[in-house]
């Protein structure tokens, strides 16, 4: 099984394949998310003090916030995962 890395930001890196959903952090329900991460500790910061602008939720019930674009994210794990597709590591 290969690891694949997702540079969210800040030389911030996150295992792609266990990557469940990347949010904006604009909506209520993810608010709420992110403020029960925190509270049981499993909320990580790496927005170095910016604005957040992408919540990652992963498999472990980790919530980590960046400071990139959900959609700049998404489109890292796509690039990264049609880059090992073609057998180039």
């Known amino acids: 099984m290969d690891i694949k890395l997702i540079n969210i930001g800040f030389g911030n890196i996150v295992a792609a394949n266990r990557i469940v959903t990347i949010v904006s952090p604009e909506s209520a329900p993810i608010k709420r998310i992110m403020l029960e ?4 500790g499993m909320l990580v910061d790496a927005t170095y003090g910016r604005r957040t602008r992408a919540v ?12 990139v674009q959900p959609e700049t994210v998404a489109n890292r ?8 597709d073609n057998g180039d590591s």
């Open 77 to 84: 794990v796509v690039a990264k995962e049609i880059y090992s």
């Open 56 to 67: 990652i939720i992963t498999d472990s019930d980790h919530v980590i916030l960046s400071a």
């Open 37 to 40: 991460a925190r509270e049981r």
